[in-house]
């Protein structure tokens, strides 16, 4: 039998898992369509939100994508990372790729607004746009939590008429269990698919809160298998 070493196992179970992802997630996304990914700090959002990116932009040629980091954690180095998985040419890929920083949420809204005017002039300018910790601010005392509320939600209400958003939070509460009152109501209105990422389970899994069924779907961040 032959032997796979530790990297070869790293790379077939990352392939695997970026397609299942890009399936379950990227696949059916249409515009108007806004998705909350919710989980704990270090629960690997930044790194699932790399993995769309990624599978989005080699899926399809002509895609363009915006990854807006409010964490400040995300290098290009990273999807350079990911890019080697696939031996796919980076240049041509990360071209495709505009990743944009913010210190604040007035920064977060500039960019949002920004956005909105660009995609106004040229809707092929942008394919989907992915948020990292739409959150980040929010729980600061330095800045006003309204600004959620009556900036950052309704230009991403705006901005969904053209394109999928995909966004990561990260919520003071450890589980879907508890009462999650940590975005402002009106943000659950523009909403249209949510799942919860967790950490504490060996394999982790990306569950499906918004299935129909009364059982969750389980996305099986290693293998990616679906468990019902």
């Known amino acids: 039998?032959?032997?796979?070493?530790?990297?070869?196992?790293?790379?077939?179970?990352t392939k695997r898992t970026h397609v299942q992802i890009q399936f379950n997630i990227i696949k059916d996304l249409r515009t108007a369509d806004v998705v909350d990914i919710r989980g704990v700090h270090i629960s690997g959002?930044?790194?699932?939100?790399?993995?769309?990116?990624?599978?989005?932009?080699?899926?399809?040629?002509?895609?363009?994508?915006?990854?807006?980091?409010?964490?400040r954690g995300v290098s290009p180095y990273k999807?350079?990372?990911?890019?080697?998985?696939?031996?796919?040419?980076?240049?041509?890929?990360?071209?495709?790729?505009?990743?944009?920083?913010?210190?604040?949420p007035y920064e977060l809204?500039?960019?949002?607004?920004?956005?909105?005017?660009?995609?106004?002039r040229d809707k092929s300018m942008c394919s989907i746009i992915l948020i990292d910790n739409i959150l980040a601010y929010y729980w600061s005392n330095i800045y006003d939590r309204n600004l959620m509320?009556?900036?950052?939600?309704?230009?991403?209400?705006?901005?969904?008429?053209?394109c999928p958003i995909v966004v990561t939070r990260h919520p003071p509460v450890k589980s879907t269990k508890?009462?999650?009152?940590?975005?402002?109501?009106?943000?659950?209105r523009i909403v249209t698919r949510r799942f919860?990422?967790?950490?504490?389970?060996?394999?982790?899994?990306?569950?499906?809160?918004?299935?129909?069924t009364q059982t969750e779907i389980r996305i099986d961040l290693d293998t990616g298998a679906i468990v019902v």
């Open 196 to 212: 919860e990422l967790l950490n504490q389970t060996n394999p982790r899994y990306l569950v499906d809160l918004s299935s129909n």
């Open 45 to 71: 959002c930044t790194s699932l939100l790399c993995s769309i990116t990624i599978s989005h932009l080699i899926s399809d040629p002509k895609s363009r994508v915006v990854y807006i980091d409010c964490d």
């Open 178 to 188: 508890q009462p999650d009152n940590t975005v402002p109501h009106n943000w659950n």
């Open 79 to 104: 999807f350079q990372q990911l890019l080697n998985l696939y031996n796919e040419d980076s240049q041509n890929v990360l071209d495709r790729l505009l990743l944009s920083s913010c210190n604040n």
């Open 1 to 13: 039998m032959k032997r796979e070493s530790y990297q070869q196992l790293l790379g077939r179970l």
């Open 149 to 162: 509320k009556d900036k950052i939600v309704p230009v991403i209400g705006t901005l969904k008429k053209h």
């Open 109 to 120: 809204i500039e960019t949002l607004e920004n956005l909105e005017k660009e995609l106004d």
